[in-house]
Nanobody, 126 residues
Framework: QVQLVESGGGLVQAGGSLRLACAAG????????VAWFRQAPGQERAFVAA????????YYADYAEGRFTISRDNAANTVYLQMNSLEPEDTAIYYC???????????????????WGQGTHVSVSS
């Protein structure tokens, strides 16, 4: 059984920080690309950040660049998303996703990721 479990969401005031974690369990091994997406109320799911497991190269949405940092812990089979300077517009359910492709055609497209977590809710108050 493949599984990804997100944690670290919660309620924070604007300007605050949160650190999300995505842990792989069961038979899931994070060895390709892993990404974070988010879905705000009434909106479609959107790309946030991604990391190539082998090289550590990172990719960010424009709104995340400079505020969010994606990182990985190989030994713990876990990916993190450090979010700083949070804004009310960052309120969303954040999903972790893992690719089964060694080199996804697109690091930002949902279709590149076959394994998804259940999501963790982030709420930022003004």
């Amino acid at each position: 059984q493949v599984q990804l479990v997100e944690s670290g969401g919660g309620l924070v005031q604007a300007g605050g920080s949160l650190r999300l974690a995505c842990a792989a369990g069961g038979r899931t091994v994070l060895n390709n690309a892993v990404a974070w997406f988010r879905q705000a109320p009434g909106q479609e799911r959107a790309f946030v950040a991604a990391i190539r497991w082998a090289t550590g190269r990172t990719y960010y949405a424009d709104y995340a660049e400079g505020r969010f940092t994606i990182s990985r812990d190989n030994a713990a089979n876990t990916v993190y998303l450090q979010m700083n300077s949070l804004e009310p517009e960052d309120t969303a359910i954040y999903y972790c996703a893992a690719s089964t492709m060694v080199i996804p055609a697109s690091m930002t497209a949902e279709t590149s990721y076959a394994i998804w977590g259940q999501g963790t809710h982030v709420s930022v108050s003004s």
